[in-house]
């Protein structure tokens, strides 16, 4: 077991951490501290819907969080006013896809791989937050003059720096990312590689294995209640993928995992109800497990 995570530890720090994460985690430091929060709230709070819902499913392209992390912010731009679609498509967007994730994923499995998850997790952002707003009323206040006298002062905050201050707060801001990210992708990379060593590979075939619909599933259904930090889901589904599970569940997997887990489902109850949870839940659900089974479908195959 040791030796087998070693061996995947050294694999991802050789093939993957220089060459994809290092540049993935500047970039994302460098637009966390270029744009500004408060500019994405106030779109995704606007009038103009179709462009707060595309801001909101792509957006995570550029945030690196995980399911947990992500639930201030969501919580922030739904106090704020912003429309329930709009928050929902930013809750499941901005853990399921980022630039790191991007990057590993296509180091690891190829970019069809990459690109299949990043395509699907902003369609299935925008498809969730338009069904769950238009099934749910928005029955919420005005924002009170407290929020709106804090998102003031969140503008003024956001002051203009010079080049200097630019630079330190990206440095910083891309250092934050690697001591949140870093350590537990080193520990998920390890435990990955010694489960690899020890996980009956019958077993695996037995849940998990090939694309069929029921596989696709079961790894959606497990991974919308398991809590992984962001981007250990890369070396674990390899390891699952190298005992004989599909690349079409892996992209299930990819799909809902990231997003979900029972923590960030407690905390996001809390905010907008069981109800809506619960919808919110099934449906990322029901679209990864179609998305992988249909990717990895002979008849399309495209993750292969």
């Known amino acids: 077991m040791f030796n087998g995570g070693v061996a995947l530890l050294i694999e991802y720090i050789t093939q993957h951490t220089l060459t994809c994460l290092i540049p993935a985690f500047f970039a994302a430091g460098l637009i966390n501290t270029a744009v500004p929060k408060s500019w994405i709230m106030k779109i995704l709070g606007g009038t103009n ?108 905050s956001e002051k203009k720096r010079s080049k200097k201050e630019l630079f330190k707060d990206w440095m910083k801001a891309t250092w934050d990312f690697f001591l949140m990210i870093f350590p537990y992708l080193l520990v998920g990379v390890f435990l990955a590689g010694a489960i690899r060593v020890i996980l009956p590979r019958d077993l695996v075939s037995k849940y998990v294995g090939g694309d069929s619909l029921w596989s696709c599933f079961f790894i959606s259904f497990m991974g919308a209640f398991s809590y992984f930090s962001s981007l250990t889901e890369v070396p674990i589904t390899q390891t699952l993928v190298s005992l004989g599970m599909g690349r079409g569940a892996a992209l299930s997997e990819f799909l809902a995992d990231p997003a979900l887990s029972l923590p960030s489902a407690m905390a996001v109850a809390k905010i907008i109800g069981w109800k809506r949870t619960a919808v919110y839940l099934s449906l990322v659900v029901i679209f990864s497990t179609f998305i ?13």
């Open 49 to 156: 819907k179709v462009l707060a819902y595309v801001l909101a499913s792509a957006s995570g392209m550029f945030f690196s969080v995980c399911s947990c992390t992500v639930i201030p912010f969501f919580a922030g731009v739904y106090k704020r006013g912003a429309g329930l679609g709009p928050a929902i498509a930013l809750l499941y967007s901005w853990p399921a896809i980022n630039l790191a994730a991007f990057a590993l994923t296509g180091s690891v499995f190829g970019a069809k791989m990459a690109i299949l998850r990043a395509v699907f997790a902003i369609l299935i952002a925008f498809i969730t937050g338009n069904v769950i707003e238009f099934f749910f009323k928005d029955d919420r206040k005005e924002p009170s003059k407290k929020l709106k006298a804090s998102t003031v002062g969140m503008d003024a």
């Open 292 to 304: 992988g089974w249909l990717m990895g479908a002979e008849m399309l195959g495209w993750v292969y």
